[in-house]
C-alpha cells in the first residue's frame, strides 16, 4: 500500500539538480524524500523494509509526480553510490550505525567529498563517532535532527538544526530547503542533536503544563474550547496550546510523534544531563509520567496524551 504524502504544493527550485540518496522511510523520511524528488532533483531510496522503498516509487516516479525519483536499493551502500549527498532519517543510535558503517553501509558506497547529512534524533556521542568515521574515509557528516513533526515533513516546513563544519553545510543547506522553512548551523559535530535536545526539554515542559490547564478548567466545569480561544491571545500562547489543546479536550491523540519516541528523546537528553551536570527536574518527572503513559496502553499515542493521566 502507498503510504500517503499530503504534499503541499511549496515552491522550491534547486539552483542545479543532483544526485541524492534517502535512507528511511518513516513518517519523516517518506515525505521528505518526496520533496526531494518533486524538487527535480535524482533521488535513489533505501528502506529496511522494502515494501515501503516500492511504495515511495510507485508514487514518486511510476506515476510522475516527481521530477527527479529514481528507484530503490537493496543496501544503503547501493543507494550512496551515485549520491553527492545521501539523507537520512532512521530511528535510533543503533539504526544509524547499521546504515552507515560495515560493507553494507552507506560510508563503504560513497565517493570522496561526498556528504551524509543525518535527520536522525540521536545522541551527540553518535554524531560525534560517524563524524570522525565519515571524515576517516574523505567524506563529510553533519547532524541534522529536524522539529516540525509529520505534519511539518509532508508540508515541507520542518526546522533543521545541524551540527558540523561550515563548509559541508553550506552545501547541503539549500537542497534541504526542499522540506523546510528553516536550515541552521548551530556549531560543530554533535551540536545539531544537542540544540533538538532543547527543543524536546521546552516541549515536555509546555505540554504538561497545558495538559494541568485543561484538566483543571475541565474539573472548574469550564467550557475549555472557550477559554483556550481567550487565554490563546495572551501570555499563555504556545504552539502546542494552538495546535493540541481543542484536540486534548477532545480526547484525540492520533497527530503524529508518538509517546515511545518522546520517550527515547528524553532518554538521550537525560543521559547527556547526566554528563554535562545540567539539572532537569521537570524534564526527569514527565519523562516518568510518560512512561504511565506507556502502562496504560499509549505508547503510540502522541505526546499530548499526557493529559490522560490526569482523568
Known sequence: MTQPSSLNAKTYE??????????????????MAGHLARAGHRVTVYNRTPAKAQAWVAEF???????????????PREAAMQADIVFCCVGND???????LG?????????AGAIFVDHTTASASV????????QHLGLHFVDAPVSGGQAGAQNGMLTVMCGGTQAAFDQVQSTGMAFSRAFTLIGDSGAGQLAKMVNQIAIAGLVQGLSEAVAFGAHAGLDMNLVLDVIGKGAAQSWQMDNRGKTMVAGKFDFGFAVDWMRKDL????????????????????????????QMGGKRWDTSSLIKRLK
Open 127 to 134: 554524531a560525534r563517532e560517524l563524524n570522525q568515521a565519515a
Open 103 to 111: 560493507a553494507d553501509g552507506a560510508f563503504a558506497g560513497m565517493h
Open 14 to 31: 534547486p539552483a542545479q539538480a543532483q544526485s541524492l540518496a534517502f535512507i528511511g522511510l518513516g513518517v519523516m523520511g517518506y515525505p
Open 61 to 75: 516516479a511510476a506515476n510522475g509526480s516527481a521530477k527527479g525519483a529514481q528507484g530503490f536499493a537493496a543496501t
Open 267 to 294: 532518554g538521550l537528553v537525560l543521559d547527556e544531563a547526566k554528563s554535562n551536570g545540567a539539572r532537569l527536574p521537570v524534564t526527569a518527572l514527565v519523562d516518568q509520567f510518560y512512561a504511565d503513559v506507556q
Open 94 to 100: 543503533d539504526d544509524l550505525r547499521s546504515v552507515t
